[in-house]
């Protein structure tokens, strides 16, 4: 296998995750595309703060399925998804901070709707505070397949851009190559942040 030129990219960015505390214990997975058929994810149940290039396992897309015995992420389905069905998917970073964990239960319908704010131009193609940025919440589930074709039936009408939340779980957010995922990592966790604040000062 030719090395793959994102993974060094990648690796620096899990330990960012990590160092923001933004994968806990072992909480989190992130991958990257590796041409058509198969990504490169995080082995399962190791410290995503401190990972190095021999704990990503070479994933099949169509299968989910790493050759060699070893355990790809519990979540690698969502990441499978992503790249069979948005080929501009270039890496995918999956997170449990605090931020996300909490805002996903506080707001209780299925999406949280980001209005207002300057950094929600640190999203591609998002040119303005008073547009929507919309980031559906899905309800969480130990159930992967049954999670990922929940998220197809709803990208049919609203397509995923830039992340979704699972509830009381974490976010999952992606980019064409890993620097524009990392980019919308950072601008959601602070727009979450200020999200999250907003709504503690205004409920007072
Ligand atoms: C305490 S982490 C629970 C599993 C999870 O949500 C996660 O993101 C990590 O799972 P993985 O199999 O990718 O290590
Ligand atoms: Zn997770």
Known sequence: ???????GALLA???WIGQKGWSPATGGNMSVREGDAHCLITES?????????????LVELESGLAPGG?????ETGLHT?????????GAVLHTHSVNSTVLSRVERSGALVLEGYEMQKSLSGQTSHLDQ???????NSQDIPALAQKIIA???HAPLQYGFLLRGHGLTCWGRDVAEARRHLEGLEFLFQCELQRRLLEAK
């Open 154 to 156: 709803s990208s049919e």
């Open 13 to 15: 960015a899990c330990h």
């Open 133 to 139: 940025v919309v980031i559906p919440i899905f309800d």
């Open 81 to 89: 998804m992503l790249y069979s069905r948005y080929p501009e998917t």
């Open 45 to 57: 149940g190791k410290d995503k703060g401190s990972l190095t290039a021999e704990d990503f396992l």
């Open 1 to 7: 296998m030719t090395e793959n030129l994102q993974l």
């Open 70 to 74: 070893r355990r790809p992420s519990a």
